[in-house]
């Protein structure tokens, strides 16, 4: 497949108005639906209710053919198209199957709604509040999530079936064992109470945990999430009924899982939830370095640890709940690992944080129980080749290499030329700084010399202030 780009691409879309597609899908679908009627029949179990015809993943575009992109030209959304394809499908099977609903889904390219075009009675459309673009930590009724809400709101007005697919946890590029708090727990009752308001009558939760994805994870999936088993347990418990008292489901599940460190544990998710609250910038569009400066400063880890240190101690004659704080405990100290220069400084001397060796030996023996209680023998050797990297990632970095100052130089135009040269006195004041911390023995490290200048625009005088800015994505001097 070709992109609208002219790049080939490994993921392909079917061309969604050729005859030929059409008929073999219909063709298809019929027989899948008989043959599970004739199954049901034998098995005394129930046939199949939903046909689903959506979009393929990781592409940026549908089919780009003429007839196809006329669609989505004329409807102002390649959902359009899709949505054309699928009204022709769910067309021709509501007579032979009248109970049976044909899905598909409002994603990425196919959010927006057409202009003209509406959903058959039996197309249930499963709008999919994207990750990277709502803000998993706010309900989608906030102000940040305004263009969302309304796309899900003409949605909901054109579709006689609508459902949801929503995402309850972050897809952040970063390291293996780079993990930072976040929590929807706040959000997450308002949303499916809007949900409800806006009739929705089918909703699936995207909310995977560490290896998801399996073996073949990657480090932006392979994430250990804030609070999940918590958070897997209140979600279904609130969808089931939204009238449910939150306060008294946490205390319920908290009580349960952290038995008498149930008050620490639910305070530390609060100071989570309240540190959240107070970021302006979207947390599901932000880099994982960048949620971490600006959730985890030195204020944050007191109070974290503080809490934690106490869950510890409750819980410490119940190996059960212990491993339960441990679990929400590797979290906070990967990210304390992750920036302790930057931490340690804030801090000065009026915190005072424990050693960077004592949190490494705790991290790893962390690791370690949590994974035991969770997989036999046989499954603790397969996940150590996804958690093994992180752990000596962070064992090789030494607390300067967590540094994640940025620094700004006064200068003036007639202090910078545009030779290529790094021999301008201003360089000289320069320090190293860096996106990440580094490892230096891996081979991908650079110590490329790089330099960039900002200036404003329609800047004339030689007087007029400028300054550096060094980019922490690399080393620059």
């Not at 007639?414 to 320069?430: N, R, S, V």
Request: charged content about 25%; hydrophobic content about 40%.
């Amino acid at each position: 497949m070709i992109d609208d780009m002219g790049n080939k691409q490994l993921w392909i879309q079917l061309c969604v108005t050729n005859e030929d597609v059409r008929r073999i899908t219909l063709e298809r679908a019929r027989q899948m639906l008989r043959d599970d009627d004739v199954e049901a029949r034998k098995t005394g179990g129930a046939p199949a209710r939903m046909v689903v015809l959506s979009q393929n993943d990781n592409t940026s575009n549908l089919c780009l053919c003429p007839n196809c992109k006329a669609i989505s030209d004329r409807e102002g959304s390649e959902s359009g198209a899709l949505l054309d394809f699928v009204n022709h499908v769910a067309r021709g099977l509501k007579d032979d199957f009248p109970d049976v609903i044909v899905q598909t889904e409002a994603y990425n390219f196919t959010l927006a709604p057409p202009k003209t075009i509406r959903p058959e009675p039996n197309v249930m459309v499963r709008y999919c509040d994207n990750y990277g673009l709502s803000d998993m930590t706010r309900p989608l009724t906030d102000p940040r999530n305004a263009e969302r809400l309304a796309l899900l709101d003409i949605w909901a007005k054109s579709a006689q079936q609508l459902g949801i697919w929503d995402y309850w946890r972050t897809f952040d590029p970063h390291p293996p064992g780079l993990f930072a708090p976040s929590s929807n727990v706040r959000a997450m009752h308002r949303d499916i109470l809007l949900f409800r308001e806006r009739n929705v009558k089918y909703v699936t939760i995207e909310n995977e945990d560490f290896m998801g994805a399996g073996l073949n994870d990657t480090p932006q999936s392979n994430d250990l999430q804030s609070y999940m088993p918590l958070r897997c347990w209140l979600g279904m418990k609130l969808i089931d009924d939204p009238d449910r008292d939150v306060n008294a489901l946490l205390d319920t599940f908290c009580k349960g899982c952290y038995g008498a460190a149930a008050k620490p544990m639910r305070e530390l998710l609060e100071v989570i939830e309240d540190r959240q609250s107070k970021i302006e910038a979207n947390s599901s569009n932000m880099r994982r370095h960048v949620w971490l400066e600006a959730l985890c400063d030195a204020n944050f880890f007191a109070d974290a640890y503080r809490c934690l240190d106490a869950a510890m101690l409750a819980a410490k004659d119940d190996p059960a709940a212990l491993i339960h704080v441990r679990r929400e405990r590797i979290i906070v100290d990967a990210s304390f690992l992750w920036i302790e220069a930057s931490v340690r400084r804030q801090a000065g001397s009026s915190t005072t944080f424990q050693s960077r060796d004592v949190v490494l030996k705790r991290h790893r023996a962390d690791w370690t129980d949590y994974v035991a209680s969770v997989f036999d023998e046989a499954g603790q050797k397969t996940i150590a080749s996804l958690i093994e990297p992180g752990l000596q990632l962070l064992e090789n970095l030494q607390t300067a290499d967590t540094d994640s100052t940025r620094t700004a130089l006064p200068t003036t135009e007639a202090e910078i030329t545009h030779d290529g040269l790094l021999d301008e006195p201003l360089w000289q004041q320069a320090r190293a700084l860096r996106l990440l911390p580094r490892d230096p023995g891996a081979a991908h490290d650079d110590n490329s010399k790089f330099r960039f200048v900002w200036l404003p625009k329609h800047s004339s005088s030689a007087s007029d202030s400028h300054s550096i800015r060094h980019p922490r994505s690399m080393t620059c001097h």
